[in-house]
């Protein structure tokens, strides 16, 4: 008889980890947020130059990508999520270059695994939490690029706030930028550890180890609006 009740705990035990492991890896909720609709208020409080152009980024053209190493059962194995829900305005004027307030939407990264998708959203960026959404980047200022702007390639620091999961760290975020006429491009990557964010790994049998320090890529399309 004893035996019957142990297994049946095993079982029902068994049963619980896994509905809760399912129930924590289904796939994540969707937007509320539009990141252009965040860009479009962020770029209105900055002072309005008479000479100034503001160049949107174009989401079908850009994308923010994070790659992360894991051992997963026993294997190595590199995590790559991406998105291209990315909202900001850059600023050109007689006074240089300025960028608005950059927004991500957290929930529409994705893997090559819809339930490493749920897992990421609801278990370490906790995104079902509407303020934990968005991930941000607040520019503080521009270094490197040359006062006037006359087109062509340069490279330059964005130094500013980097919040995720309502943790915020200062960066310097180094970009390489391309100007023409109509359009600004522009490419970089940092290196950003989770801890410095307390971003957790849940606790799973099948996950030996995770990096604390992981790379984020970012390549985007701004075009002229104005």
Known sequence: MNKKI????????GLAVFGAYEYLTRPPLAPTVNVSDVADKSVSDNKDMADQKVYKIDQSKSKV???INEVLRGSQFVARGTTNQI???????SEGLNFSEISINARTFK??????????????LKTSDPKNELITFLPDSVSGA??????????????????????????????????????VTGSGQLRIKRSDFDLKIPNLSFIA?????FPIYADFVATLVK
């Open 65 to 67: 990508e994070f790659g």
């Open 111 to 124: 893997t090559d695994d819809s339930k490493r998708d749920g897992a990421i959203n609801r278990m370490i």
């Open 146 to 183: 040359p006062y006037k702007i006359t087109g062509n390639e340069f490279d330059l620091d964005v130094k500013g706030l980097l919040t995720i999961s309502q943790v915020s760290k200062e960066i310097i975020f180094p970009l390489h930028i391309n100007i023409d006429q109509d359009s």
């Open 6 to 13: 142990i297994l049946i705990a095993i079982v029902v035990i």
């Open 209 to 213: 180890s995770v990096d604390d320090e």
């Open 87 to 93: 909202g900001g305005d850059i600023l050109l004027s």
